[in-house]
């Protein structure tokens, strides 16, 4: 499963992107989805993710109230709808998927896409 995150850029404090995920050629109907950002000179750290029955979403402490994560309808995407961003949220921002029940590790990871928040 190759995996794109898409829909970085550089955006003023407060303001507003939304990230994609898609897989090449399939859908997320099964896949459990995942994402994770990394600052320079950092490790990459979890944000937020979505199972893959249910829909159900869990978030990173320093994101809740801010970024929401979502499947389209039709399972070809995954988003994450990031609000009242801020310096800090400066990374690059990755998508990795398993599938079925997450247990402990994604099995696919896409190239990444770098977000930018100016104060």
């Known amino acids: 499963v190759q995996l794109q995150a898409s829909g970085g850029g550089l955006v003023q404090a407060g303001g507003s992107l939304r990230l994609s995920c898609t897989a090449s050629g399939r859908t997320f109907d099964n896949y459990a989805v995942g994402w994770f950002r990394q600052a320079p000179g950092k490790e990459r750290v979890f944000v937020a993710h979505l199972t893959w029955k249910g829909g159900r979403a869990s978030y990173a402490e320093f994101v809740k109230g801010r970024f929401t994560i979502s499947r389209d309808n039709a399972g070809n995407a995954v988003y994450l709808q990031m609000n009242n961003l801020k310096p800090e949220d400066t990374a690059v921002y990755y998508c990795?998927?398993?599938?079925?029940?997450?247990?402990?590790?994604?099995?696919?990871w896409g190239k990444g896409t770098q977000v930018t928040v100016s104060s």
């Open positions: 990795a998927a398993v599938r079925g029940y997450y247990s402990g590790s994604y099995d696919y």
